[in-house]
């Protein structure tokens, strides 16, 4: 029901765009956020905001790199990642929360998307 895109191979600086688009039914009152996860590390969070895209959270690792957005009216879930360094190079998920808040546990999370592989060189 969530769909990730925006992936890619980047230089170091460098800057991408990740999407996440809903199907079958909306999240427009559920918080959601951004996991990644790189294979030799435990899945872990990255930003996060409200239903009604009030009061993000981030992750220190990204705090002032990344922005996390959405756009209720079409179902759909940002991630802006400025600056990027090759400790970012992950597969990143998107989720939607059980509840409306922005949370950093990935226990309060529902809803999984499929990832989306983002590399970075140096």
């Known amino acids: 029901q969530l769909q990730a895109s925006g992936g890619g191979l980047v230089q170091a600086g460098g800057s991408l765009r990740l999407s996440c688009t809903a199907s079958?039914?909306?999240?427009?009152?559920?918080?959601m956020g951004w996991f990644r996860q790189d294979a030799e590390k435990e899945r872990e969070f990255v930003a996060a905001i409200r239903w009604n895209g009030d009061s993000p959270s981030y992750a220190d690792s990204v705090r002032g790199r990344f922005t996390i957005s959405r756009n209720n009216a079409k179902n759909t879930l940002y991630l802006q990642m400025n600056s990027l360094k090759p400790e970012d190079t992950a597969t990143y998920y998107c989720?939607?929360?059980?509840?409306?808040?922005?949370?950093?546990?990935?226990?309060?999370?529902?809803?999984w998307g499929q990832g989306t592989q983002v590399t970075v060189s140096s």
């Open positions: 989720a939607a929360a059980i509840g409306s808040w922005a949370s950093r546990w990935g226990s309060d999370y529902k809803y």
């Open positions: 079958r039914r909306t999240f427009s009152n559920n918080g």
